[in-house]
């Protein structure tokens, strides 16, 4: 069942979020990566704490429901990470910040890519928003969304 999208703010990532987004990678992430990648305590514990200059925390109220990292490259904007506790789920911020993301690929005019799990729901997010593979691997893919142009040929 859909519930309903609750109002929520960005706000940077700090140090002090990692464990929060650790243990949110463990709890949206950990199952699909048993029985094909497998689960590596620290390495994912780095990868929680990789690129926090470029992570957001995903607010409703005082309450932490989320992250995102989108990574400004000079060809592309990357989407690096975007999580939501699973009781915030299917409520509309995961599609309300790809809508976001989109917005500043046509904006700087640059594609969006992103590397997802084949398994789980969010590749099927990605592709209902025009995200497509653009690199097949066993376990995940490469994706990639280019700006739409308008009929004068700029976004």
């Known amino acids: ?16 979020d990692i464990d929060f987004i650790y ?10 990566f048993d029985g094909t990648l ?7 514990h780095e990868k929680a704490a ?19 990292k989108v990574i400004p ?10 999580q939501i506790l699973p009781e915030h789920q299917k409520g509309g911020i995961g599609a309300e910040l790809v809508r976001r993301v ?14 997802v799990m084949k398994n789980t729901p969010a590749k099927r997010l990605y592709e209902q928003f ?6 097949d691997f066993e376990y995940n893919c490469r994706m990639c969304r280019h700006p739409i142009l308008n009929q004068e040929g700029s976004v």
């Open 102 to 115: 989109i917005k500043r690929s046509e904006m700087s005019n640059k594609p969006i890519t992103l590397f």
């Open 23 to 32: 243990d949110l990678r463990v709890k949206t992430m950990k199952p699909f």
């Open 38 to 44: 497998g689960w590596n305590e620290a390495k994912e």
């Open 73 to 82: 490259r000079a060809e592309e904007l990357h989407f690096h990470q975007m």
């Open 1 to 16: 069942m859909k519930r309903e999208n609750k109002e929520f703010t960005l706000r940077p990532a700090t140090v002090d």
């Open 50 to 68: 990789d690129e926090l200059t470029n992570a957001e925390i995903v607010m409703i109220g005082q309450k932490r429901v989320g992250v995102i």
């Open 130 to 135: 025009g995200f497509s593979v653009t690199n």
